[in-house]
């Protein structure tokens, strides 16, 4: 027959064994959660032999002003410039580079910033909607965008401006598109040519036919 006694120490035997498993599995837990954030490092930063936690510094000149950062190598060039330059005009959207909120200019050519590590571009030139321009002294194609209602929400609009204005470059440098006709022939100005080439700009408000029409009326071209 069992006293009261035994029943209290079966209850301390109980909660010990109870906050030494609460512990173990939490151990575990943390192990488990260190191992899955190794396995979810970058693509990019594992074939490039980059261990986690490491760092390195990397010098560029953003909007003509030269910066240095010690960043983590895993940093994209999109967080380094919203968390440590704060140029906030860059907008973070998918993060996955299909929807082009992220667009930036690097040495003249558009890319989605967060597909590229910032220790990629050591020495080159970026340019990001800060750098176009500012109140009072607008790029002529912000003063479109105004124009011609090219944004409604305006949160894809930076990454519309920049691209919209490499748009203009690439098709007088005559590098040829999707839709380019004659690849030997001289690229020519098109309605056709622009939305292929902005078609990784995703509008959410359905802006679309006001975006063209500033990059038209920038480009001196009817809409």
Do not use: W
């Not at 260190?34 to 510094?57: V, W, Y």
């Amino acid at each position: 027959m069992l006293h009261q006694g035994d029943l209290d120490l079966s209850r301390r035997d109980l909660l010990m064994a109870s906050a030494a498993t609460v512990a173990v599995s939490g151990v575990a837990s943390s192990a488990r959660a260190q191992a899955q954030a190794q396995a979810q490092a970058p693509a990019s930063a594992k074939a490039a032999g980059m261990p986690a936690g490491e760092t390195s510094s990397v010098s560029f000149k953003v909007n003509g002003e030269n910066q240095t950062l010690t960043l983590d190598n895993r940093t994209t060039l999109l967080d380094a410039l919203r968390e440590h330059l704060h140029l906030t005009g860059t907008k973070k959207g998918c993060d996955h580079g299909q929807c082009g909120a992220c667009t930036v200019m690097v040495d003249g050519r558009r890319i989605n910033s967060c597909l590229s590590l910032a220790i990629m571009h050591d020495g080159d030139e970026v340019v990001t909607i800060e750098g176009l321009g500012e109140p009072g002294k607008l790029h002529p194609m912000q003063a479109a965008f105004v124009k011609h209602d090219g944004y409604q929400c305006g949160y894809c609009t930076p990454g519309q401006i920049c691209s919209s204005v490499a748009v203009l470059e690439e098709i007088k440098a005559g590098i040829p598109s999707h839709v380019t006709g004659d690849l030997t022939a001289k690229t020519e100005f098109s309605l056709e040519e622009i939305r292929e080439r902005m078609s990784g700009n995703i509008c959410r408000c359905g802006a679309y036919s006001n975006i063209v029409d500033a990059i038209a009326d920038v480009a001196g071209r009817p809409a």
